[in-house]
């Protein structure tokens, strides 16, 4: 059971916009810890996509970005493109027992 | 090149050891606060362990602790993660990773560089 929680999976056809939401809580969103986003393709290392809520390294385009509010965390993907289909993990920081790094369980995505 | 390359993986049976290498190149290694993170066949990322930039900071998944041990040689730009009395659950690729920003604080982590992983099979 992670600590963050992400949907299993979404779905979106080419175009479109899809968000993927990450639902922490008061030991880790709430403590005012920021919110990071992995994109994995199969077979491959993550990626970092997005980190401290919205901010994207150089390469990542601006398709992606990040928001995050109270307890909750979310990823937009606007123009959707085949492309993105891969998993994407969210990732932050936990007080409660002992602390540490924690990732949610993480999204796939599938483009129609 | 910028990369990190892991090694050390390998099928062994309950209760056994494994050691983890890591070799750093293309950056100041010896700057940089890195983390183990693994991820069983068809899972999600589980983070494992963090060393600070200089060694002097430690930290682990309940699961592990009392059983892992992180290490960096910073002259050889290598990291290493010591696994004793491993168990079937401990069965993962093992991912080497790179803090984002240089002398980083553990609660701000952030992983920027991904080595491609090793992988631990462990038999009961």
């Known amino acids: 059971q992670s600590v963050l929680t992400q949907p299993p999976s979404v779905s979106g056809a080419p175009g479109q916009r899809v968000t993927i939401s990450c639902t922490g809580g008061?030991?880790?969103?709430?403590?005012?810890?920021?919110v990071h986003w992995y994109q994995q393709v199969p077979g491959t290392p993550p990626k970092l996509l997005i980190y401290?809520?919205?901010n994207r390294p150089s390469g990542v385009p601006a398709r992606f970005s990040g928001s995050k509010s109270g307890t909750s965390a979310s990823l937009a993907i606007t123009g959707l493109q085949a492309e993105d289909e891969a998993d994407y993990y969210c990732?932050?920081?936990?007080?409660?027992?002992?602390?540490?790094?924690?990732f949610g369980g993480g999204t796939k995505l599938t483009v129609l | 090149q910028v990369q990190l390359v892991e090694s050390g993986g390998a099928v062994v049976q309950t209760g056994m050891s494994l050691r983890l290498s890591c070799a750093a190149s293309?950056?100041?290694?010896?700057?940089?606060?890195v983390h183990w993170v693994r991820q069983a066949p068809g899972k999600g990322l589980e983070w494992v362990s963090f060393?600070?930039?200089?060694?002097?900071?430690?930290h682990y998944v309940d699961s592990v602790k009392g059983r892992f041990t992180i290490s960096r040689d910073n002259s050889e730009d290598t990291l290493y993660l010591l696994m004793d009395s491993l168990k079937p659950d401990d069965t993962a690729l093992y991912y080497c990773?790179?803090?984002?920003?240089?002398?980083?604080?553990?609660?701000?982590?952030?992983?920027?560089?991904w080595g491609r992983g090793t992988m631990v099979i462990v038999s009961s």
């Open positions: 401290g809520t919205n």
């Open positions: 060393i600070s930039y200089d060694g002097s900071n430690k």
């Open positions: 293309g950056f100041t290694f010896s700057t940089y606060g």
């Open positions: 990732q932050s920081f936990d007080i409660s027992t002992g602390g540490g790094v924690v």
């Open positions: 990773v790179r803090d984002y920003v240089e002398f980083g604080d553990y609660g701000i982590s952030v992983f920027d560089l």
């Open positions: 008061n030991s880790n969103f709430g403590e005012g810890y920021d």
